[in-house]
């Protein structure tokens, strides 16, 4: 099954500083890359995708991610940090048939 | 415009009891499906739905039932609860497969079984 693996359980960044929320992937073929946001007693938001084209992807909230083929490797950043950027993120991959396979999520904390 | 709603937000149950979360949407979306989210372990698809009238399988479905008799609703069954059922479930949906198509969440139910 396509997989991907978000290697850090929490990220701690100061605000205004930028961020970095890893993702890798294991797929056959192309992969469809998805980001989503979790904050607290909602649900998933979307943030962006790469289904192909431009390897940066630009997304809400002034997210973006880089699509590296080579390192595969989907990570998403932002350049400057805020403290409403506080969530839970998710890396997702699509799979065979129809769904989406999901990372473990990524705590992002932002102190002022 | 409501997007998905689920409902109840939070219930308690006894193991061996009996429920049922609903699911609904107003975006006229075709795919409709329930995760259940756990801590650590992210995300997991139980069933998914293409279409009124259809059901499929997930990666975690034993113990659950699913129904899709209306396009707009998609309904998830514990017929005899037990505690490793304790989640909290979301429900989503989407315009075309998930794969490729962006998913729109519901705020989730918490479910715990005593």
């Known amino acids: 099954a396509q997989s991907v693996a978000q290697p850090e359980d929490q990220v701690n960044v100061a605000e205004g500083n930028p961020l970095t929320v890893k993702c890798t992937y294991s797929?056959?073929?192309?992969?469809?890359l998805f980001w989503y946001v979790q904050y607290p007693n909602r649900g998933l938001q979307f943030l962006l995708k790469y289904i192909t084209g431009d390897n940066l992807v630009k997304g809400s909230y002034g997210f973006e991610a880089e699509f590296n083929k080579s390192q595969t490797s989907f990570h998403l950043k932002k350049p400057s940090a805020l403290v409403s950027d506080s969530a839970l993120y998710f890396c997702a991959v699509r799979d065979t048939g129809y769904a989406l396979n999901f990372g473990k999520g990524t705590s992002l904390l932002v102190t002022p | 415009n409501a997007g998905v709603t689920q409902t109840p937000k939070f219930r308690v149950l006894k193991t061996g009891q009996s429920m049922t979360l609903l699911c609904a949407q107003d975006?006229?979306?075709?795919?409709m499906y329930w995760y259940r989210q756990d801590p650590g372990m992210g995300l997991r698809l139980i069933h998914y739905?293409?279409?009124?009238?259809?059901?499929a399988k997930g990666e975690v479905p034993d113990g659950y039932n699913v129904s899709r008799l209306k396009k707009q609703n998609f309904l998830l069954g514990l017929e005899s609860a037990a505690p490793s059922q304790t989640s909290v479930y979301f429900c989503?949906?989407?315009?075309?497969?998930?794969?490729?198509?962006?998913?729109?969440f519901g705020a989730g139910s918490r479910l715990t079984v005593l």
């Open positions: 797929v056959s073929g192309n992969p469809y």
């Open positions: 975006m006229n979306h075709e795919y």
């Open positions: 739905s293409v279409g009124e009238g259809t059901t």
């Open positions: 989503a949906s989407s315009n075309g497969p998930s794969g490729a198509n962006v998913l729109t």
